[in-house]
């Protein structure tokens, strides 16, 4: 059944536990809505659950493959004290129904004989799992993966990954880094990881809790990998600064043929901006990732907060990732496409 606002109500066929805190969730994808989930390794979808009568939407990468013979799969970690990770930990069973909005996202790689060289902190691994395993089903594909927890015990997939290099032979390896026996992962140990890797043949692919990412960035830059080589998928950002450093007083919003002009509130982001002015404008990730809320910047300027999706020359062109940009004119003009 198709629900409003392009959500399916998906069956659950299977939870498997992963680890203490990590479930994945094996979701039926009945054949009227094949199409629309099929999807691409290293994308997402948005689950909109309801948890003590309030209404939460949040994405979960695949960590399944989408070339092998799989169900459609996901894999949820706690996350502190947060509301949906751990009710879904808590509460979610086989038959249940989920909704579900169909994979999104731009964290995947095209069709490529480059080596596959990925770092995943936590609950990172679901997104670089999918990546893997499709680079591997290749006959030529080749990975290796850099793992960092804190603990042996919360390493999800261990015993698979385990598998697939025992199957694949020179084509994969993992390194495991526990937080526990060597402290955090720091640019020496990224160094150590690379050596061996033959830079100008491989992609970088990196995703886990922000400092990681920021750490493993730096030490790839370090060693001379273009930016353009370098993809981040980001599961949280820092929340927007909510000071009044805006200039802006008014922001005029295009979409559908609507044209509104609203009064800027400062700290919102183009995004929340258009919601309050009553516009369904689109989105997803809402962290900068996957490219959902793009609009151009027809008049006037904008900075984002986090950005992982545009590059320098679409940023030139005045394409902005809404959910991440804060307006810094006076007035600003923006149109989505
Ligand atoms: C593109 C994308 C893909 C993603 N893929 C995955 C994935 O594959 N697997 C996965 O597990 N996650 C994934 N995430 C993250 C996921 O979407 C959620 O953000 C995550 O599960 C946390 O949601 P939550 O509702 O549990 O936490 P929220 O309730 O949103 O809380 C967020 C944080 O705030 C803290 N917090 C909340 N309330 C309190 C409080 N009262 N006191 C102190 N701290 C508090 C929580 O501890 C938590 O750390 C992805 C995110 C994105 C953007
Ligand atoms: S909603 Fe994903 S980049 Fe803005």
Redesign the pocket.
Known sequence: MTLPDGFAALRVKDVVRETDD?LSLVLDVPAEHAAAFSYRAGQ?LTLRVSVDGQE?R????M?SSPVLQQDLR??????????????LNDHAAPGDRLEVSPPD?R?VRPETDRELVAFAGG?GI??VFSLIQTALAGPAGRARLLYANRAAGSIIFENALADLAGRHGERFSVTHHLDHDRGVLTAAGITEFLAGVDIAGADFYICGPGPFMDTVEAALRAAGVPADRVHL????VAPVPTENTAVTEQVTIELDRQVVTVDYRPGHTLLQTARMAGLKAPS????G??GTCIAQVTEGSARLLNNDVLDEDEIAEGLVVTCQALPTSRTIRCVYE
């Not at 996901?74 to 009710?87: H, I, L, P």
């Not at 997803?284 to 962290?287: M, N, V």
Request: glycine letters at 8%.
């Open positions: 990590a997402f939460y949040r994405c979960y990468s960590s996901v894999t949820v970690k706690r996350d502190g004290r947060g509301v949906v990770s751990n009710w996202g964290f609950s679901t997104p998928e980001r599961f949280s997803s990730c809402e962290t990732s996957c």
